[in-house]
Every structure is written in structure tokens, then in C-alpha cells.
């Protein structure tokens, strides 16, 4: 397959009232198609994981919306509508506006559940 869209892929995550996440497997990589309700933040959620966060790379493009990343060597960057990004190890994610977007994680770096990160 060279398309996905959200009928065409498996919900991977879904937590109530927060959003979604479908994935798809190609390549070698997982592309993930996200929707996200303002005020979703995985501190909690990766609370268990190696200081408190998601520690895969992801590549991706903001479709509409913003996310702030807040990485845990204490600098921040928002990502707004329009805007590829690269997010590296050690980060969270706090939804300030509904986000969607369109993520790219290694397949061999992403464990059973991955939320937001994306």
C-alpha cells in the first residue's frame, strides 16, 4: 500500500474524550494519523518511562492545531499548523490547541503503546 488515511488503518491508541491515534506499518517506519483535544498532556502517561519521558524520535507535520514539546533538558518548542518537525528523545507533549497530525516513528524504535508521540 502507498496511501492511508484513517479508513484504512487500525486504531492504535484511543483514550476517552482525548483523541486517537491510527497507525500503519511500511517501510520500515510506522506512520501514524493523530487528532488530540486541547489539555491532553503525557506527563502522566510516560511517567514510567526512562526521566518521566517518550524517548523515540519522531518525524511529522502538523496538520491543524498546536502541541507544545517539552523536553527534559528544560527547553520547549511549540509546533503549530504548517510546521514539519523532528522531535528528539526525551520529551513530552502538551496539547494548547485540537491538534492532528501525521507522525513517523522507526518501526524498530516503537514499543506496543505510543501515544502522541506522538
Not at 12 to 25: I, N, P, S, Y
Not at 73 to 89: M, N, Q, S
Request: hydrophobic residues 35%; charged residues 25%; negative net charge.
Amino acid at each position: 500500500m502507498g496511501t492511508y488515511t484513517w479508513d484504512n488503518t487500525e486504531t492504535a491508541v484511543k483514550l476517552d474524550d482525548l483523541g486517537e491515534q491510527h497507525r500503519a506499518e511500511e517501510g520500515g517506519m510506522v506512520i501514524a494519523l493523530e487528532r488530540w483535544k486541547a489539555g491532553l498532556d503525557t506527563g502522566e502517561m510516560f511517567a514510567d518511562l526512562p526521566d518521566g519521558a517518550c524517548q523515540e524520535p519522531h518525524w511529522g507535520h502538523i496538520l491543524s492545531g498546536s502541541v507544545t514539546m517539552r523536553y527534559t533538558d528544560g527547553t520547549a518548542e511549540t509546533l503549530r499548523a504548517g510546521d514539519t518537525y523532528f522531535i528528539r528523545p526525551g520529551h513530552n507533549a502538551h496539547v494548547d490547541e485540537d491538534v492532528e497530525l501525521v507522525e513517523f516513528t522507526k518501526a524498530d524504535d516503537t514499543p506496543g503503546i505510543n501515544t502522541i508521540d506522538a
